[in-house]
């Protein structure tokens, strides 16, 4: 309970300013698109050069929290995910905006996000030394196997058809192995200077999402401009603390695997949302209904990827090794103070450790109040006209393509990828599978090279990757998953090839 | 209205034109670094450049600009390409890892595409062990080794990276064969791999190895240099443990410009960028984050870029 001596340090004027401050900014830039959290917190580190090191860390504790929780906004009204992490909140908070509901959607992703992430940080206060296990018990043969996980979790991310998710899977799949191979330096499918990284994720997601909607207004025509204005609903906040806490099932699962997934370094703030989303579907009583704008989806999405801020940072705190591209940001934060995370933090510097860790906490209540504050009036960009929407959703993305390494390569990139997923959209497939493929490929491949390099080395392939608890208990899950896929659609074919017969 | 039109083309002709190096630098200076936010270059190239504003430096800002991929090839292959040559756009580079990715192929930039302007920093690498590890020494590493060809595993931040040619080399000098392990997400990814068992050892940076040794989760083994880290003075060089290993995979990180750039405003860097490292004010911020620092001038860069590419060139024709 170390940690309830240091909340008065929150509280001083300053402090208190940098939290505030952290916190809108932090939700303004997690609203712009490509303005991911890694990015954000990079670009705020030089202003905290000039303060001192807990102030410092108020600052990126509290734009990292509210960054996170910003993407959603854009990700529910734009149909634009500022990060990976909010992929799953766009299947059904965009559904929602554009029959109306964008308040309820902003207000129920907000709080969702702060019981998440209020969950996730006290993990971190109070079971830090067990997570750092945790943290520290997936080697390369598990990521593996946790990958795969992830690719069979596509069948349930397409609602249409089984086959044309895996089908876009599989074209994300590909798509991941463009660029330099980590691992060994080859070169693959580089037909271009600009795909010599291979395809950035954002610029991907910007594209794979917001221009296929540019494009189908395009493709409506100018004639029935401002015909279908939708009437943006009010929702009382009251009634959106009420509905999350009737929807617990949906926060559950959401909240527990963001934090457990959420502390697997290098994996987990990507697949937390759609590994949530995914498992909230299987075990919800109303599977139809996701996908069509069920405010159980963005929750689960929500609650995931903001309960993994805390866990997520484990590593960094107790071991001093970052786990996520944030966390290496925010070493550099510490670093620029002299402070070693590590023993050292906790040991020579309690104030600091748990004045940040305290600032993460409260951020997240200010992030909700100020997210619940602005929800109605965001909601009401469903109102603008089409043709204006259209023009300002093309411009975000432009812009948050370039933004994320100043290069037109990427915007390019974007436009390729969005005009391609147009025409796959024609054909019924989605890109949420697609984008799953393309951030799984690389864990998946690079998992499985080093895994291999070291079973050469000692044990064999079939040993390293085949025994040991937590292998098996992976290779159990991923069969149960497929399983149930398999069985979900017999089933499924079963019932309509009867109404067929019937009708 | 000719006025106007002259006084735009004069703008237009100073903005885009050769600068003199009277006038140099007129404008905020961007800087590329081929690696992302967050990483050590990138923490190290904010720290040094932050002081690029004062009236005894350059006058002017530098804005970090990153732009990650393929273990700095991206980066690179496009300051060596499209990369204006006016002086505004200057690049980190990271050596040995540029010249050994120019010899293994496949880019478009070797030391002939760049001229160097000074170097900040050096960051040797060092071989780590878990805590509980039973080596305490290298001489214990090599003796497993020998024994147990192929079988001694040791994670590194990727393929012809520093890590990689201290391994080499050490293989080399001892006549041993270790599994180098290259890791996804660098040095970071190599450590954790150390920390929690996956491999028996592994080549760090002899930043992050020093803070993970204070953190009780490694032991040093041996640091790849010619001297003794001012960082870890008791910790004995690979020389000094009888292994013939010397600086070639030591990190040399500094600026660069690409080549065809006007020489009076390389010769104006080559004497304000060294000085504006030296500022005491980066230099407590580099030692405050464990970051070894080493300025060398645009003549020694020279030199050791000579001289990385002869052992390079040697050590790399065999595989």
Redesign the interface.
Known sequence: MEFIYYFGDVFTPLSLMLLLGGTIGGLILGATPGLSP??AV?LL??FT?QLEAAQGLILLGAAYTSTVAGGAVSAILLKIPGAPANIATTLDGHTMAKNGEGARALQLSFLASAVGGIFGVLLLIFLTPVLAKWA??F??SHLFWLAILGVTVISTLDSASVVKGLLSGCIGLWLATI??D????A?RFIFH?AL???INIIAALIGLFAIPQVLTMFAKGRGNDGAEVIEVQRHSIMAAIRELFSRTRALSIGTLIGSIIGLI??VGGQIAGLVAYDQTKKFSPEKDKFGTGHPEGVIAAEAANNAMVGPSLV?LLT????GS??A?????GL????I?????LFDNHPDVAWTFINSMLIGQVLMCIFGLYVAGLAARVAQVPQSVMVAIVLALSVFGAYSV???MGDVYVMACLGIGMFFLERFGFSAAPLVLGLILG?IAE?NFI?GS??A???DGKAAYFMTGGLNLFLIVVVIASIAYSVWMELRHSRYTTKEEAQA | MKQLIAGAAFALTALTGAATADEYPERPIMMMVSY????AT??QA??VT?TAGNEDALGMPIAI???????G??GW??FA??ADSDGYTLAAYNVPHFIA?SI?G?V?YSTDSFEPIANWGADPAVFVVDADSPFNSMEDVVAYSKENP????VSGA???VGHHIAALQIDKAAGTKM?Y?????GG??A???V?????MGGINNLSDAF??Q????VKILGVADLERSAFLPDVPTMMEQGLEVDNSSVNFRGVMVPKGTPPEVIEKLAITVPEMFANSRVSK?M?????PMHIMTRDEVIEMWGQRQQTLNELLAGL
Request: proline fraction near 9%; avoid cysteine; aromatic fraction near 6%.
């Open positions: 890694t990015m990079a580190i030089p050069f520290l018990a080697g390369p660029g330099f980590d691992i060994m330096g070169q200077p010599g990284g291979g370094p290098g590593p071991l001093s090794i970052p591209p944030t290496a940001v925010l070493l550099g670093l620029i103070h002299g070693f995370p590590g023993s050292d390494q100043s290069s690389p690079a080093q390099m070291i050469d080395a000692t | 992302g936010a967050g990483g990138d923490f904010r720290i932050m600009i990153n732009k990650p991929g393929a273990g090839r991206v292959n496009w390409t499209q990715q293994k496949g478009e192929g079988k001694l595993t990727g393929l012809f599994a392990i290259p890791t996804k997400g970071a990814a450590m954790k791999a920390i929690a068992g996956e491999v803070r993970a204070e953190a009780g989760n911020k030692e405050a984050g464990g970051s």
